[in-house]
C-alpha cells in the first residue's frame, strides 16, 4: 500500500531524484550555503580548520549588514566565506537558484536550453545563458581526461550552416561552412570529442594521438584521413559505402549512437548552435554520457539514481574553487 504522506519512487522514476526532494533538501538560499560550507571546510558544520590560527576552531555563523553570511572563528574572529573563490562567488543570482540549475541541468536526459532555464528560474535569458555557460565551461569541461585505450571507435561528422548534424557522416567539406566535429569513444567507456576545424588526415591523426593510448585496437570507416591510424595503432575499418555496417568486431555503432544522441538533443534543446560555443555544447553530451551509469549496483546499499548522482557530483564539483 502507498503512502502519499512518504513517497516512494516509482521504477519509472529510478533514475530520477524529483523535484520534491531537491526542495526538501535543499529549501532555500540558508540550506544551500550551509551545504557549500559542510562540503568545503567543515563536515560536522561546527568544527573547521581556522587559516589564520592554523589549528581547528569551532566557527559559529555570522551575518554582515549587507546580508552576506560567512562563519567566524570563536578565537581569532576570522571569517570564512563559504562561496570564495568558486562559480558562485560574487554571483548576483541566488544560490538557491544556482542549485536549482544544476538540479534542472542533471535531472533530464537530454539537457535543457538556457530558454527552458529562464522560464524555469525566473530569471533574465542573458543570466540564464551565463549560468549555462559558465557551469558548462567550469564543471562540464574534462580537458585533463585519462587517454582512452583498449577498444576505441574513431568518426567524423559535420554540422553544416542549419546548425544541424548532416545525417551522414563523410567526405570534409560536404557543406560549405560545416563545422567538424571529430570523436572517439571507448567500447564500454568514455567518450572524447573534439570541434575541429576540419578533417584531414593531420588534424585526425593528431586528434587520435592526443587522446587515445598507443597499441589500442582503433575502428574507423574507410575516410582518406584515416590511412595513417595503422601507423601507431591496431586498426581496422568499416566499408560503410559497400553497405556494411558491422563485421564480427569491426564497426563504428558506439561512436554512431553517441551522435544520434547528440543530433537528437541539438534538435530538440538547442535550436541554434554557434561555432564558438560548439565544443561547450560538445562538452556537455561528452559529461553526460561519460557519467551514465557510475553509481554501480552493491548488495545491500541503494543505489543512487543516475540523475541524482550526476547532480550530487555536480556539486562537489562546484564547491571547489574554479580553475
Ligand atoms: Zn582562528
Known sequence: MSNRKNPTRGTASESRFSV?????????????????????????????????????????????GDGRQSWTCTHCGRHVHPTAGTIFHKSSTS???????????????CGISAKQLEREL????????????????????????????????????????????SNKTGKPGRSPGARTVFGMVERQGRVVVRH????????????????????????????????????????????????????GDVHTQTIEGFWSTVKGGIRGVYHSVSAKWLQSYLDEYAWRYNHREFTPRIRGVRRVPVGEAKFRLLLALAARPVR
Open 196 to 247: 575541429v576545424p576540419d578533417a584531414t588526415a593531420d588534424v585526425l591523426s593528431r586528434e587520435i594521438d592526443l587522446h587515445v593510448l598507443p597499441a589500442s585496437m582503433v575502428f574507423t570507416d574507410m575516410h582518406p584521413s584515416y590511412q595513417r591510424t595503422g601507423w601507431h595503432y591496431d586498426h581496422y575499418r568499416i566499408n560503410h559505402s559497400a553497405g556494411v555496417y558491422v563485421d
Open 122 to 165: 525566473g530569471v533574465t535569458y542573458k543570466t540564464a545563458w551565463r549560468m549555462f555557460n559558465v557551469i558548462r565551461n567550469s564543471l562540464m569541461a574534462e580537458p585533463e581526461i585519462a587517454p582512452l585505450e583498449g577498444k576505441v571507435e574513431a568518426d567524423e561528422t559535420y554540422f553544416n550552416r542549419s546548425n544541424r548534424l
Open 95 to 109: 544560490l538557491h537558484l544556482w542549485y536549482y540549475a544544476l538540479f534542472l541541468i542533471t535531472s533530464t536526459r
Open 20 to 64: 520534491m526532494e531537491f526542495m526538501a533538501e535543499f529549501p532555500d538560499d540558508d540550506a544551500c550555503l550551509a551545504h557549500l560550507w559542510r562540503t568545503r571546510y567543515s563536515p560536522d558544520g561546527e568544527h573547521a580548520l581556522c587559516p589564520k590560527c592554523g589549528v581547528e576552531r569551532s566557527f559559529h555563523k555570522y551575518s554582515n
